[in-house]
């Protein structure tokens, strides 16, 4: 069955830190992985998505996720963090075209002044 | 401005009172998606439609209802069977152009509480 494992329910982060955030799939064929951000009592807005056209995805707001099929992996990051960037993050995976995504549990990302 | 509006942003039920959440989007899109949120859980299926007059199962379904009369609406009904209700409910559409790179986009959610 197709997973996504999302490390971390939390990651705090000092402003102007390196973000990382991980996302990982189980899947014996190529993925559609997605990522999307969800601010408190708010709907989700899509980030970035991959395609397979490249393995380096950039997304709004300064970040950008890397597929890395031999690590099973479509981690994402931002250079610089912002107060702003306090929010929840979903990665997410489809592989078929029956509609369905198949989401990780999220993870909270915290800024520290 | 195209996107997909979900009402009310608040509800307060009764055990035992069915509730419909309405969601409408004016994105022309043809699929349309219910799903349910909940602390720590991501993001679970209830229904999708895929074209007007037509609803799938998700992965949650029991307890729950929809209908696709119109394209640009997918009002979900929770009932009385549904368990534990409380939750935080999002409404997304797509194109559904049948790829896997259809992408979803989302309503602001309905925060249902039953008291």
């Known amino acids: 069955a197709q997973s996504v494992t999302q490390l971390g329910s939390h990651v705090s982060v000092s402003e102007g830190a390196l973000v990382l955030l991980r996302c990982n799939y189980s899947?014996?064929?190529?993925?559609?992985l997605f990522w999307y951000v969800q601010y408190p009592n708010q709907g989700l807005q899509l980030l970035l998505k991959?395609?397979?056209?490249a393995t380096l995805v950039k997304g709004i707001n300064g970040f950008e996720a890397e597929f890395k099929k031999s690590e099973t992996s479509f981690h994402l990051t931002k250079p610089s963090a912002h107060m702003s960037d306090a929010a929840e993050y979903f990665c997410a995976v489809t592989m078929d075209s029956n509609y369905q995504l198949i989401w990780g549990a999220g993870t909270k990302l915290i800024i520290k002044p | 401005d195209g996107g997909i509006t979900q009402s009310p942003k608040y509800l307060f039920r009764k055990e035992g009172q069915n509730v419909t959440l309405s969601c409408e989007q004016n994105l022309n899109h043809d699929a349309m998606y219910w799903y349910r949120q909940d602390p720590g859980q991501g993001l679970r299926l209830i229904y999708y439609s895929q074209i007007v007059n037509d609803f799938q199962k998700g992965d949650i379904a029991e307890g729950y209802s929809v209908s696709r009369e119109k394209k640009e609406s997918f009002p979900l009904t929770v009932t009385s069977a549904q368990k534990n209700p409380t939750a935080f409910y999002l409404c997304?559409?797509?194109?559904?152009?049948?790829?896997?790179?259809?992408?979803?986009?989302f309503g602001p959610g309905t925060r249902l509480t039953v008291l």
């Open positions: 991959y395609t397979s056209a």
């Open positions: 997304a559409s797509s194109m559904g152009t049948g790829s896997s790179t259809d992408t979803q986009y």
């Open positions: 899947s014996s064929v190529p993925p559609y």
